[in-house]
Nanobody, 125 residues
Framework: QVQLVESGGDSVQAGGALRLSCAAS????????MGWFRQAPGKEREGVAT???????SYADSVKGRFTISKDNAKNTMYLQMNSLKPEDTAMYYC???????????????????WGQGTQVTVSS
């Protein structure tokens, strides 16, 4: 069983930065297929960024050049560095993981079986 706990969400002004953390237990982040997803009220959950067991990353077009996903194996934690935040980035952000690669696209939330509780990010103009 994998447990995930997110932290780092906050309210910031447009142009600001935040770093989200996802602490994992029950398995090593170096072996997991992991990602960050977000969901705004009334909208579907969308993939933001993913990283696989080999370190390969993928990003949604809307965050490319602004967000960076990474893992720290020593701390067993995954991070999402978010720079140049925009009001459209406002959402609940979730950490997700799988033990094995999914047949779905890596940014498809339906391909992940383990989820954290979420952390709120609010960006004001």
């Amino acid at each position: 069983q994998v447990q995930l706990v997110e932290s780092g969400g906050d309210s910031v002004q447009a142009g600001g930065a935040l770093r989200l953390s996802c602490a994992a237990s029950g398995n090593s982040v170096s072996r997991l297929y992991m990602g960050w997803f977000r969901q705004a009220p009334g909208k579907e959950r969308e993939g933001v960024a993913t990283v696989d067991s080999d370190g390969s990353t993928s990003y949604a077009d809307s965050v490319k050049g602004r967000f960076t996903i990474s893992k720290d194996n020593a701390k067993n934690t995954m991070y999402l560095q978010m720079n140049s935040l925009k009001p459209e980035d406002t959402a609940m952000y979730y950490c997700a993981a799988n033990l094995f690669p999914s047949l779905r696209r890596v940014l498809d939330a339906r391909g992940y079986g383990y989820w954290g509780q979420g952390t709120q990010v609010t960006v004001s103009s």
